[in-house]
């Protein structure tokens, strides 16, 4: 089969948990198939760089653009290139052709929209991703969310009307497209799949807690820093490793200092598969303070590290990963850093903490993931 996948929301500054699995699970189906893959330029350059591995064989399409929205702050501007992005690819299609099967790796318009484009001109079969509905995430009313509010109800008319398969990860997402009178017979679950985890067996713990994720509001950041200075009253010496970069990145940085934790944090932004899974094998704890998620990958992938978890309780984390987490109240950040306290000074307690994560993730490993994905695409 000839796939395409449509990751056009990638602004080269991060890689979401969805676009993530999409683009491994691709990894399997390539052995077979043929992967194409429209992005914008920014998200080639950023998966050259930290998927070199994943993405040998693909054949890869930079997205047209007229602007450079990885560097954009500006709403107005912002819009101007979502609207662009929408135009660009959609006509961008029309240039490469006829694919078995185009696959939408979110349910935004801007993957959306070149998808049904290639159903109505190729008779392309089409695939789309749903991970976690921006209706069901209880944004406050900003402009930007309104105008998102919008952009996702246009696109789940479209994904409703001309995909041929849907793929989601959890029942909050399963009931609300039920609501909307999907049919049924398109809907299938799919479980985000993770890579094992192989590490030396003398890797030593070098930090106390690891944070891995978008560097945004929604991902809790604001909260990490709160949550390290409580328990830093009790454990004076406590490290910490944060991956990843975002929008937060300088505001983040000044809270440290102003809190007077810049010795115990350290920020690595971006790194690659490898060396992340390296620095989780080197930690002890990860702490997830945010406050959405559609499944939580990121979770996942320190649970198959060994890592006890600490959550706020979400329904997508206790929905596939059961009570294997220590959850606190959305929000209460005295909560979590009890959690963090309670497993440095409990042996005992880590160890069936971490035990109990292994055997939460065993079932979603991507190959068998990818697999499970892959027939469903060819029985359309």
């Not at 290639?118 to 930007?144: C, D, E, I, T």
């Not at 440290?256 to 060396?275: C, H, I, R, S, W």
Request: aromatic share 10%.
């Amino acid at each position: 089969m000839k796939i395409l996948l449509v990751q056009n929301g990638w602004s080269g500054q991060g890689i979401s948990g969805g676009d993530k699995h999409t683009l491994e699970s691709a990894g399997f189906w390539k052995e077979e198939n043929v992967i194409h893959v429209l992005l914008p330029a920014s998200g080639i350059n950023f998966l050259k760089k930290h998927f070199a591995s994943t993405i040998d064989g693909y054949v890869l399409h930079p997205l047209w653009s007229l602007l450079d929205f990885a560097r954009l702050t500006n709403l107005a501007v912002i819009i101007l290139s979502y609207n662009l992005r929408l135009v660009f690819s959609g006509l961008q299609i029309l240039t490469l052709g006829k694919f078995d099967a185009v696959i939408s790796c979110s349910h935004f318009l801007y993957d959306v929209l070149p998808a049904v484009s290639a159903k109505m001109f190729f008779r392309s079969r089409v695939v789309v991703y749903v991970y976690h509905l921006v209706s069901l995430q209880g944004r406050r009313p900003s402009l930007r969310n309104k105008f998102s509010s919008f952009g996702e109800s246009l696109s789940l008319v479209l994904i409703k009307n001309f995909a041929d398969a849907v793929f989601v990860d959890n029942q909050a997402t399963y009931q609300e497209l039920i609501k909307k009178n999907f049919n049924l017979g398109r809907i299938h679950f799919t479980r985000v799949g993770i890579k094992r985890c192989l590490p030396s067996q003398a890797e030593k713990k070098i930090y106390d807690l690891c944070f891995v994720g978008r560097l945004v509001k929604s991902k809790g950041v604001f909260d990490l820093p709160e949550v390290v200075g409580r328990v830093k009253s009790s454990f004076a010496a406590i490290s910490v490793v944060v991956l990843g970069g975002g929008d937060e990145v300088g505001p983040l940085r000044r809270i440290l200092y102003e809190k007077d934790l810049t010795q115990n944090v350290k920020m690595l932004g971006f790194v690659t598969e490898a060396e992340k899974f390296k620095l989780l094998s080197q930690s002890r704890i990860f702490v997830s303070p945010s406050y959405e998620e559609g499944w939580g990958i990121a979770v996942a992938e320190a649970m198959e590290c060994g890592l006890p978890v600490v959550a706020y309780e979400l329904p997508a984390l206790r929905e596939v990963f059961g009570e294997a987490p220590i959850y606190s109240k959305t929000g209460d950040i005295d909560g979590l850093a009890r959690a963090v306290e309670n497993l440095l000074a409990n042996t005992e307690f880590y160890r069936r903490k971490s035990e109990e994560g292994k055997a939460a993730v065993a079932r979603y490993m991507i190959d068998k993931v990818a697999a499970e994905e892959l027939k469903v695409i060819r029985s359309l």
